[in-house]
């Protein structure tokens, strides 16, 4: 069975930094594509970062420059480092394979405000 945990979030100043994590069990991670995605209220999940198993990555213009994706396949992790964090930033992160076909963790959240 398939988990994916998401944590790392929490409450940042506009302008600050978080390091996000997610650990996955079930999958054979190493092999996949995966990938970023956040969703605010009201509006649809958006997919911010993505990594190959090779480490190419591609980002949503929205996070380039600001947010680095990387992962550790030794030990099933992935990350997002968010830097210069804006208001519009604030949502619920999850983690998925880039086709977000698995079961969608609980994700975590990151609310960005002074």
């Known amino acids: 069975q398939v988990h994916l945990v998401e944590s790392g979030g929490g409450l940042v100043q506009p302008g600050g930094s978080l390091r996000l994590s997610c650990a996955a069990s079930?999958?054979?991670?190493?092999?996949?594509?995966m990938a970023w995605y956040r969703q605010a209220p009201g509006k649809r999940r958006e997919l911010l970062a993505d990594i190959a198993a090779n480490g190419r990555r591609n980002y949503a213009e929205s996070v380039k420059g600001r947010f680095t994706i990387s992962r550790d396949n030794a030990n099933n992790t992935m990350y997002l480092q968010m830097n210069s964090l804006k208001p519009e930033d604030t949502a619920v992160y999850y983690c998925?394979?880039?086709?977000?076909?698995?079961?969608w963790g609980q994700g975590t959240q990151v609310t960005v405000s002074s």
């Open positions: 079930g999958i054979i991670f190493s092999h996949y594509t």
């Open positions: 998925n394979r880039v086709l977000g076909d698995l079961q």
